[in-house]
């Protein structure tokens, strides 16, 4: 069966299923130098000329599945007690979460065809094309689970989905019994809270409704320390706030809990003057304390095998989160998609539609999935160009010592580069993260990503395993400090990426050559793009960039004649 995925809203995408497998998934903010989290802005002809690349049409598809945040009308469900559901017979909720007009969003649901016409849908329509719309949560839950290494060996799994319009919800999915156990909300609060309380104080003030806000949040938190007195204070009001909620059932509750704990957390911060970067580090920690015990609370109380816990949703980005989750010992197994945030909703709602009417559970899929690179206008004659190999380039990198954009075969998913959209750069200058983050335009905190042989991770990082994609949190072993420092984080962490040669050989063998010449198995590596906009497409955008001297694509280099003053002013 051939399923295309949309999400309609922002973090616009389409993806393609075809027989369980990915064929493509095109997230709308790589396309032509767009805005991150751009909204979908394809025609339906732009659509059938991206089909016909890969050998199909419009016409050949048997389904369009939609992602259905943009529902129009509200599902109604009744107050149940938790049971099980298959995902055929819709959700069914605890009496206590009839809470607001995120309902629907609670339940693993497929919504009626009328609840989600949107411009493009009554075209889709007009076509006579066959399309069914899935809950948010449902494509969030079956993006994680379809991808997952559980789904590949036939096993259950719980599924915690985390996302900016919703609480942490927690399921468990049945393999063999294709069902959905809902076990409903941890606690009661949107995920959209963390960049919300930001918004509130300096500096993110400056930054109101800008939801890129969360990675700059991680980062900036290792400014600050945790003030226990506050965070004696935070658990107190969360406590307070929510036990203020236990009878009542109007639309108002998961909203009211957030931005009274929002503007209380204010008062706090105005009558105390507690520096910023103390109250935003707490208040971190205090989610994330929050999050483990109450997982841990609801387990508790449930009988399933707790073998494996999938964990989906925008605040799935937080390597910090995943690793404290990972490090409760809760769970032997935890996978994290690298398209956890809304970038795999296209996904996860032609996934929805696969196990729903194909009975498929699992998806055949590759992190290169993304577009190709765009063969764009001439090369501008400040530019030399010439056919240049791998080993060459690893020459390059440590011999020059200045940073190269990468940009290799299909586009990673997700909003991570993972080295075929890249700036590569060596870790050993002690100016090299500063010189990254300005030619970027991004803040002194900013860290910069180690992208790693990972076979040698364990020698340089702590715990070291295997995190392909940019997941979880490490710690720079204090022995490589000094040697790396430029992805080396103000609390001495680092967002490892681990690469093997099956996962991208190429960017294998350039570690493998670079390791082979100075004793070092990393590289530094941050995204290719224009700032506030998606990876750069072709070479052409990067030489409107300006940002560096060398461009490596496809085995050629394109060189920079009148070199860029690269570490001037640093």
């Not at 616009?12 to 990915?22: C, E, R, S, T, Y």
């Not at 649901?109 to 449902?138: F, G, Q």
Request: with cysteine; proline share 4%.
């Amino acid at each position: 069966m051939k399923i295309l995925g949309l999400k309609t809203s922002h973090d616009g995408a389409m993806a393609l299923i075809d027989n369980g497998k990915l064929i493509f998934s095109y997230e709308m903010e790589k396309l032509n130098n767009n805005n991150r989290l751009e909204t979908f802005n394809l025609t339906l002809p732009e659509i059938d000329a991206i089909l016909n690349d890969y050998g199909y049409n419009l016409r050949s598809l048997d389904l369009i599945a939609i992602d259905g945040w943009r529902n129009e009308k509200r599902v109604v469900l009744e107050s149940v007690k938790e049971e099980d559901t298959s995902i055929l017979k819709g959700a069914k909720l605890g009496k206590d979460l009839t809470l607001d007009l995120q309902l629907a969003r609670y339940g693993v649901l497929i919504s009626e065809k009328e609840n989600v016409m949107t411009p493009l849908d009554a075209k889709i329509d007009a076509l006579n094309l066959s399309y069914s719309s899935y809950m948010h949560v449902t494509g969030h839950l079956f993006c994680a689970y379809c991808t997952s290494p559980f789904a590949k060996t036939q096993q259950d799994s719980y599924v915690l989905v985390w996302d900016g319009g919703m609480p942490p919800q927690l399921f468990y999915y049945q393999y063999n019994e294709n069902k959905v156990i809902n076990y409903g909300p941890l606690f009661l609060m949107f995920g959209g809270v963390y960049p919300e309380f930001s918004y509130e104080f300096p500096p993110f003030d400056q930054f109101k409704g800008d939801y890129q806000t969360s990675g700059k949040l991680m980062a900036y938190i290792a400014l600050g320390k945790v003030n226990e007195l506050l965070m004696a204070e935070f658990r107190r009001m969360y406590y307070e706030l929510e036990a203020g909620i236990i009878d009542d059932v109007n639309i108002k509750n998961i909203n009211w809990v957030t931005r009274q704990f929002i503007a209380r957390s204010k008062a706090l911060y105005e009558e105390t003057g507690i520096s910023s970067e103390d109250l935003l580090c707490t208040f971190h920690v205090f989610l994330d304390n929050l999050l483990t015990e109450k997982l841990k609370a609801r387990l508790e109380g449930l009988s399933h095998s707790i073998e494996n816990l999938c964990f989906v949703g925008g605040c799935a980005l937080s390597i910090k989160w995943n690793s404290s989750i990972r490090n409760t010992g809760l769970f032997r197994n935890m996978w994290v998609p690298p398209f956890p945030n809304d970038a795999g909703s296209a996904i996860g709602a032609a996934c929805s539609a696969m196990v729903d009417k194909t009975g498929k559970q699992v998806l055949d899929w590759n992190v290169y999935a993304g577009p190709k690179i765009v063969e764009k206008g001439t090369v501008q004659d400040t530019y030399t160009v010439k056919p240049f190999s791998v080993k060459e380039l690893a020459t390059l990198l440590l011999t020059r010592d200045e940073p190269v954009v990468v940009l290799n075969d299909r586009a990673e998913l997700g909003p991570r580069a993972l080295g075929n959209r890249s700036i590569i750069s060596t870790a050993t200058n002690t100016k090299m993260k500063a010189l990254l983050n300005k030619i970027k335009g991004r803040e002194f905190y900013r860290p910069v990503a180690p992208i790693c042989l990972e076979e040698n991770a364990p020698v340089v990082f702590t715990p070291g395993s295997p995190d392909p994609y940019m997941l979880f949190e490490h710690t720079v072993r204090t022995e490589w400090k000094d040697k790396v420092p430029a992805i080396v984080h103000l609390d001495g962490s680092a967002r490892l990426q681990t690469v093997n040669e099956k996962e991208n050989d190429v960017i294998y063998e350039l570690l493998k050559r670079y390791n082979e010449m100075s004793g070092i198995p990393l590289l530094c590596n941050t995204s290719a793009n224009f700032k506030g906009k998606g990876f750069f497409p072709d070479v052409h955008s990067v030489m409107e960039w300006d940002g560096v001297n060398y461009i490596w694509s496809n085995n050629t280099l394109y060189e920079r004649k009148e070199k860029l003053a690269l570490f001037e002013d640093l």
